[in-house]
């Protein structure tokens, strides 16, 4: 294994040291627990956004904290889920008054995790909502979760309730717009190669040369089937068919298309399969309305990808339009 890490046992410690010196313009970091914050605090007023989850996923949550997205982010050790004392401080640290809406990955740990810290947060005068992401169409139960995993999907609803809550929504028009993202969203990914976490030092599971796994979670969890190795559009197709299946698209509708790298990926890569996506919907009659391409969920250095379909209408396209400054989103 060769990475640029000093010793496995700090590298979220100085990752977040280093992303918070990058951006110090836009995000601030707390210790003890680690939460990285909005620069300037929480704004006086508005709802609140909070998201959090293991490390190793970067950008994922931290590169999506700033004006019109995340307020606060709660980053676990890698693969790990935040503790409940973390999840708590993300959201006593984006509280500005007005409550505060917790996105929450659907896996286990962090379900529970961020029950507590959700208790924990009333109990202390914060009101806060909840809203599960559950985008994966690859499998329905795991060893992870209970019912589908929260996967890219998560980067779409953390921005469509961001720019709410900056326009000033209330806390439950932000947790209802939250969850009409989550109805509208499929994701499906497919991984060439396995991720090498830090301190394992090994690939987190065995996938041969010619055989590739379609449906595979970030975490490296199985998917639906190994099958051979094949050229690019014909892996798109078998990621899409699935996901235009489960949402029930017909012709007509509007989309945003979002093909995203497991970390490991070319953005030249990416873009053929974007391409190839782009053309199968279009085929179908679908209007593919907004785009976004390139690697926001990752799996450390895993080699593949996934590719998200969110149903669009007026309000979610204009909420997707609105402004957002974060270190790895911004327009």
């Known amino acids: ?14 990752s977040l040291e280093g992303f918070v010196l990058a951006h110090a313009d836009l995000v601030a970091l707390s210790r003890d627990p680690f939460v990285v914050r909005r620069a300037g605090g ?21 590169g999506f904290v700033g004006r019109g997205m995340l307020d606060a982010a709660a980053p676990g050790e890698v693969f790990t889920s935040p503790p409940p004392d973390q999840f708590l401080a993300a959201i006593t640290a984006a509280d500005g008054g007005a409550g505060v809406v917790v996105v929450v990955k659907n896996y286990t740990g ?18 806060v909502r909840t809203v599960l992401v ?9 060893t992870y979760t209970a019912g589908r995993r929260g996967v890219a999907g998560t980067v779409l609803v953390e921005k469509i309730a961001g720019a709410a809550a900056e326009r000033g929504d209330d806390l439950d028009a932000v947790a209802a717009v ?3 993202t989550v109805a509208g969203v499929r994701t499906m990914g497919v991984a060439l190669r396995a991720c090498t976490v830090p301190h394992t030092g090994r690939p987190s599971f065995d996938l041969p040369d010619d055989e590739i796994e379609i449906g595979i979670g970030i975490h490296g969890e199985p998917g639906r089937r190994r099958v051979s190795a094949a050229p690019a559009d014909e892996v798109t197709a078998m990621l899409l068919a699935p996901v235009v299946e489960d949402l029930g698209l017909a012709a007509g509708e509007r989309v945003l298309l979002l093909v995203n790298g497991m970390g490991g990926t070319p953005d030249a890569e990416l873009a053929i399969v974007f391409r190839q996506a782009h053309a199968l919907l279009t085929a179908a009659g679908v ?10 969920v990752t799996s450390l250095d895993m080699a593949g990808a996934s590719l998200s379909v969110l149903r669009l209408d007026d309000e979610l396209t204009a909420l997707w339009d609105a402004p957002v400054t974060t270190a790895r989103l911004r327009w």
């Open 287 to 296: 209007l593919v309305h907004r785009a976004l391409l390139g690697s926001y």
């Open 1 to 14: 294994m060769k990475k640029l890490v000093n010793d496995p046992a700090t590298v979220v410690a100085q």
């Open 134 to 142: 559950n985008d994966d169409v690859a499998v329905e139960d795991s």
């Open 42 to 62: 929480p704004v006086p007023g508005k709802v609140g956004l909070v998201s959090g989850g293991g490390s190793g996923h970067e950008p994922l949550h931290v």
């Open 110 to 127: 962090d379900v529970l995790n961020a029950e507590i810290a959700v208790e924990l947060a009333t109990e202390a005068g914060i009101e």
């Open 178 to 180: 939250a969850a009409r």
